[in-house]
């Protein structure tokens, strides 16, 4: 590295991760950016949209630009040697791949770097590819050089955070993660063909504490992504795919006995498709899903329905160092166009530590463990991006708020935090009650038994723990309505379920300043789920104001209106 700076030369710049990678750095004016792939064309586009300034994500870099950006040709199978040597970048980002498939010499781009004395990484996703570049280390170690492989979310980012829950445990025995991208992000062809390549294929994994396989695409697991305080991901199921975590994890946890990776894509029932193509693999009916990966690539986008948000998550079991059950879980959501910036982000972390001046040891090796997760929380601070850890563990139940909540929970003010402390208690103040004025709006009212409208009514609030869930009497003057709350199960589970009769409304706990919000994320009739469009809502929370608890309770839908608002204090008795 010059005095002047770093020169970087990302291979595969203007492709979907090489692009972000460019992006999230272009703010940086001690970099030179070399964006290099094999059109010098589509190189010199990519350089002038970067030059053009724009909103949102897609506007990183471009809003501020300090790079001094380059487009330049770079073949990976022609003379490495003389176009490195002509370009002397200090670091070479591999973003290119499917690295599943670079043929019979994988390691001869990280060769040629070694060779010239240049620091390499990369964004591999392959198994085999980041498992085995230690075999490179005496040579990298030689030249005083660092190479490493899996500069991603799997397998660099997964680490960081097992290595933060990791002290928790005595013993780990499971360990499974998996990524959750939004339905609106654009999966580029590499992703789409590696994945293909493996479906329906052996997978290595460890079962039962032994070298075993699944089946790419068929295997699964159903989680919910659910940071804590924030508003859940819906129910995924994750499809097995193939990431370097499956070989690197039994050599970093000994006596491990299950792991596990995964995918899961939306719509949901495209995903259900795609696993019955990889059993068709399975059965020898189809050689392999690889001539297909157009297909499925074109599919993923005309089908791009739901909330345009993804997430990812990390899962630890084992046993505590009392001796009992241990679960923790780290999970990450980010919004809209932000989550396509997570996989680039290890290898921004570790450019922005190289011109702070600190270099990993030399060496060639896989990246996992070689970022902390405090690097990845500051470089999230850019994004709307949320993460936290889940615990469970066998001792006693917490009251309900604190057990949906987690960690989240020392987020509630003072007066917030009181009314959810659990247990028997009561609390008193005063409301203010307005109703809606149309026919269903009113049989619906009667129905649940909302109170009438009216100024300064006294209310008394009445709760009552009985195992897993709390009875809220509500008595507004001489009415009194009740509702069952409990924490939702299954894939309701992290959500908060109010009963009012034969109505099931699940909400969301998301703590924001002093307040607390509560937002619906689903209902149900009878047990039978209705469509979120028509779900009871408005503008629910709760919030300490002067030291005192305030509530705002609005019920109302499209075909109701609005049902029922409620404002008004309590105070703890």
Avoid at 81 to 104: I, K, M
Avoid at 388 to 400: F, N, S, Y
Avoid at 427 to 443: C, D, K, M, P
Wanted: aromatic share 8%; hydrophobic share 45%; glycine share 12%.
């Amino acid at each position: 590295m010059s005095g002047d700076g770093l020169s970087l030369l990302i291979i595969g710049g203007y492709g979907t991760f090489g692009g972000r990678l460019a992006r999230l750095l272009g703010d940086e004016p001690r970099l030179r950016l070399l964006i290099a792939g094999r059109s010098l064309a589509k190189a010199d586009d990519f350089v002038a949209d970067l030059r053009t300034p724009k909103d949102g994500a897609e506007g990183l870099g471009s809003s501020a630009l300090g790079a001094r950006l380059q487009a330049v040709a770079f073949d990976r199978d022609g003379d490495l040697t003389e176009q490195l040597t002509r370009l002397q970048p200090d670091l070479v980002v591999d973003a290119s791949g499917p690295f599943q498939s670079f043929g019979e010499d994988p390691y001869k781009v990280v060769r040629a770097c070694i060779g010239l004395s240049i620091d390499y990484a990369d964004l591999a996703d392959s198994t085999g590819f980041v498992a085995s570049i230690g075999g490179l280390d005496a040579e990298a170690k030689a030249e005083g050089i660092f190479a490493l492989s899996g500069l991603s979310s799997l397998p660099a980012l997964s680490f960081a955070a097992l290595d933060v829950m990791a002290p928790q445990f005595a013993r780990i025995d499971s360990v499974a993660a998996g990524i959750a991208p939004s339905s609106h992000v654009k999966i580029g062809r590499n992703v789409v063909g590696a994945i293909a390549s493996y479906a329906g294929k052996k997978v290595p994994r460890l079962r039962d504490g032994k070298p075993s396989s699944g089946r790419g695409l068929i295997e699964a697991m159903r989680v919910i992504v659910a940071p804590p305080g924030a508003v859940p991901l819906r129910s995924h199921t994750f499809l097995l795919v193939d990431a370097p975590d499956l070989a690197l994890l039994p050599v970093r946890f000994a006596g491990l006995q299950s792991t596990f990776t995964g995918v899961a894509t939306e719509p949901q029932p495209l995903q259900r498709l795609l696993s019955l193509a990889a059993r068709l693999v399975h059965l020898g009916l189809l050689p392999s899903l690889t001539p297909f990966a157009r297909l499925m690539q074109r599919a993923s986008h005309a089908f791009a329905t739901g909330e345009h948000r993804g997430g990812m998550f990390v899962y630890a079991s084992g046993i505590d160092g009392a001796g009992k059950r241990l679960t923790a879980g780290w999970h990450l959501i980010a919004e809209g166009d932000d989550g396509p910036f997570i996989p680039v982000i290890s290898v921004a972390v570790l450019v922005r530590r190289l011109l702070a001046g600190q270099r990993p040891a030399p060496g060639a090796r896989p990246a996992a463990g070689e970022l902390r997760l405090d690097d990845f929380e500051a470089a999230f601070r850019r994004f709307s991006i949320t993460t936290g850890i889940r615990t469970e563990c066998e001792a006693d139940r917490q009251p309900l708020y604190r057990e949906i909540l987690g960690s989240a929970f020392e987020r509630l003010p003072p007066a917030v935090a009181v009314i959810h402390a659990g247990g028997a208690r009561t609390a008193s103040g005063q409301a203010r009650i307005e109703r809606g004025g149309g026919w269903l709006a009113r049989l619906v009212a009667r129905l649940i038994g909302f109170p009438a409208a009216g100024e300064d009514v006294p209310v008394t609030v009445r709760f009552v723990a009985e195992g897993d869930r709390e009875i809220w009497t509500r008595t507004f003057g001489d009415n009194s309505f009740r509702s069952i709350q409990l924490e939702g199960k299954g894939r309701d589970r992290h959500l908060l379920a109010e009963v009012f009769g034969p109505f099931r409304v699940l909400v969301a706990l998301v703590p924001e300043g002093n307040k607390l919000r509560l937002v619906v994320r689903g209902w149900r009739f009878c047990g039978m789920p209705l469509p979120l469009f028509l779900a009871p809502g408005g503008e629910t929370y709760e919030e300490e104001r002067d030291g005192r608890f305030h509530f705002h309770v609005e019920i109302g839908g499209p075909l109701t209106g609005l049902v029922v608002r409620y404002t008004g204090w309590l105070v703890v008795e």
